[in-house]
């Protein structure tokens, strides 16, 4: 049985729907605000902006992540820039066209509503991040400076060298920092969440453990936000840092959170090769680099591996700028990496592994001047020669698609609420508004918006209706149930007597996921991905060896629990992919593809969000629909010859 | 290739520690050195025995997560590189390696190589911040700012955070690491309101901490993975002394 689900969409003409909104929901007086307590899950870019605000806001909040610091949240890592629409560059650029590129960059999979109002808070972000210190690029007129990105035609993208992410974090981490040196926030670091604590259908609290002790801990809040990232490591190899991983959503999502286009996977265009089977992550060379740099193969597939330099015009395919003339190396995410794809499935590959692809800086250093190309990426090009040992200024980079973001996660509605009622997801988390693609530098966006204006806001209207509910004890039954469950799961894998290691299956599952649910799909590949996950569950939890015990530091049992949950969600991704019968952004499938081999959307049957819904263990999920309504936007065959 | 480690292993903050021997075979010249360590933690755990504990994130070079001192060096021998970007071709076949934590009394050893920085978070939270709530902000061109001056602080805001500095020091001072908040914000038109009481309430913070005393030897810098400049220190010395005299706090 399937329900309506209720997006919650505000009424009134699209562009007034946000301030409307905003100017009429209920409010919490200030007086009530200081008992009221909110959890916050994760404090990157989304929950430390959340956090901070609500703390400014005068909410009583505690706060959690599984790092050392909420400095270190992956959010640091990000590196190309982040979106506004300022039009500071006056090249026509505007609340409006913001929402457009957004809408068509996602394949016409995501929701009007929550991505124009994206859209409009964007420039409020470039404001308070400036005010933080943020040190965005400037001119030398002393004003902010931008650059173009992918899948666009403006120049709208801010930006701080080719570190962004760590200067934008850095901002919110300050901000968060202020509020808990004035008591405001409580931030509880090196504690990992790993339940949601539910009394009468209402989140009410987590189950979190101290990583240094190992001890549970029961918290209560009169709502729960999750800001917990996304899931790109159950593709084992990503971008993402080690640590990132599924675990909050996914038991969010078995108590009753609905789980958005879990298949919508982010493939990167431009990030380093695999250099063998010790690999434990994969580096990104930002998207910023295709600015400058050309992405070529050799024309001729017996030139492949020879010396780059030597090979003329003539013999070098620019198949971007010969496919996409319009957008040229500018084309979105995921048609530049279906282009490499293609490429090396041809045989035309530069690496011995057959998956590489060149991106060559010389016409941009002929053109420039090595130092105006080294001012520009001085940091991404150190750190490419760091890496390969060789200097991009003198060679092209090798580079290759890899997994870099997950536009799926907890189906949220307007107010970024769940399924489950005082339940919240905020920034890569929730299914979001990119819709079947990202566009770059719209998760930076994205995540500061729900954090610093959107969720503040939002989760308002609910916390109105909380007033009179006194804080509930951690006595409570409903947390010492949840606690003991999670013990009993952490006994289990501690007490495992198997002879495998958990990188092992992490690595197995990755495999099976980057070969039949990554670049591209098919209904065989799928369902046979299904039956051999299902084989991994049960193997994994026969015969994983998890050393220590659960009362210390211990990170292979950290590692052990996400692992577990992967394993989950994997199969579950992959029936995603196998439902959705066309090719949109991220997600192509063999089958849909037009005879040139783009995608082939099928907007008939697939303009809806799959929020899929747990039905408990070894049972098949629920598929709930979302219809996705376009009164704004007419639906289009994304082009971009 | 094939190489000798001599590790630090303690069981936790107040066991006792004791450097342990291992070798690692196979080991790749192309492997970054965290993952040279995963090979070895592999084998320990087949082998029923603990894995060696170390902290690591985003191994990218950015998040300050990784942290370790490498032949007697905070993150090992290459020039303004982390630990978890330093790759096994720095190494060669049949050497002995030393792998210690960052060691110092504000930084205690949780287990092995891992440690407690929160000091760190407790020196930002006590003034490493601009007092803006989230609403209240100009538009971002209004106050220009030259591009020198954000150039310089931005140098300055690229600290990660890790602590190499502390490690690096005989002192195991923080003033590397305060120094460059405080001259990251200091020098921005945004943050020159709060100068003096950021500068005051950040030095404050960090001796309670029970850091060490700057004695100018530079080996902060030597060893900082993003070149962090001795500068700062000496200007964030100038904004304590201008502050303590005025008597602003
Ligand atoms: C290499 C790289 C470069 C990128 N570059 C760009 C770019 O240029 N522009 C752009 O727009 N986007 C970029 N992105 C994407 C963007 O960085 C992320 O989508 C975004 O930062 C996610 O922010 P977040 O706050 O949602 O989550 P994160 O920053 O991932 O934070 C997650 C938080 O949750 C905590 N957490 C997770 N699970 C638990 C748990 N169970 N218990 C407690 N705490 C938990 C973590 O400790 C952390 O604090 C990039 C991504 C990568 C990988
Ligand atoms: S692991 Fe992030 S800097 Fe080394």
Redesign the interface.
Known sequence: MTMQLDSKIPAGPLADKWTKYKSTIPLVAPNNKPRIEVLVIGTGLAGA?AA??MA?AGYKVKAFCF????????S??AQGGINAA?N?QNDGDSVYRLFYDTIKGGDYRSREANVHRLAEVST?I????????V??A???????TNRSFGGVQVRRTFY??G?T???LL?GA???L??Q??KGAVE?F?RHEMLDVVKIDGVARGIIARNL?TGELERHFGHAVVLATGGYGNVFYLSTN???SNVTAAWKAHKKGAFFGNPCYTQIHPTCIPV??D????L??MSESLRNDGRVWVPKKIEDRLKDPLTLSEDERDYYLERRYPAFGNLVPRDVASRAAKVACDEGRSVNKTGLAVYLDFKDAIARDGKDAIEARYGNLFE?YQ??T?ENPYERPMRIFPAVHYTMGGLWVDYDLGTSVPGLYAAGEANFSDHGANRLGASALMQGLADG??VL?YTIGKYLSTQIRQPAISTDHPAFAKAEKEVEDRLNRLANSSG?K?V??FHKRLGKIMWDNCGMSRNAEGLTQAIADIQDLQKEFWANV?V??GTK??N??LEKAGRVADFLELGELMCRDALNRNESCGGHFREEYRTPEGEALRNDEDYTYVAAWEYAGENQEPILNKEPLEFENVELKTRSYK | MKLNLKIWRQK?PKSEGKIVDYTVDHV?E???F??ML??LN?D???K????V?F???????????CSMVINGRPHGP?ER?TTC?L?M?AFKDGETVFIEPFRANAFPV??DL?V???S??RI??????????????????S?????ET?DT??DA??C??CGACVAACKNASAMLFTSAKVA??NM?P??EPERAKRTVQMVAQMDKEGFGACTNTGACEAECPKGISITNIARMNREYFKATITGSK
């Open positions: 902006a901070a605000t400014e790092q050392d610091s909420p400095r270190r949240a992956h640091i890592a300022k500071y409020s470039i404001d308070q991040c400036v005010a933080q210190g040190p965005f400037r001119d030398y007129g002393g004003l902010l701080a060298r570190q992410g760590q200067q850095l981490y300050s901000a920092s202020r808990v040196g931030m670091n240094i840092a080690m640590g250099s063998g010790h690999q434990s992550k580096t990104l750190m760091r890496i040992d610093y204006f503040p002879t290691t990188d092992e060896r050393p220590g210390e530091f990170p292979e | 936790g790749d192309d492997m970054s965290l993952e995963d090979v592999q320990l755990i087949v029923g025995e603990d894995p504990a902290d690591h994130d985003c191994r990218e070079g950015i998040c300050g997560m290459w590189t970007q790759h071709r949780l287990k891992a407690d920085r929160s760190f978070d930002i939270q006590a003034g490493g911040y601009i007092s803006v709530n989230t609403g209240n902000a100009v538009d971002a061109n106050i220009p700012i030259d591009k954000a602080a931005f805001a690229t990660i955070g990251h914000l921005l945004q943050g």
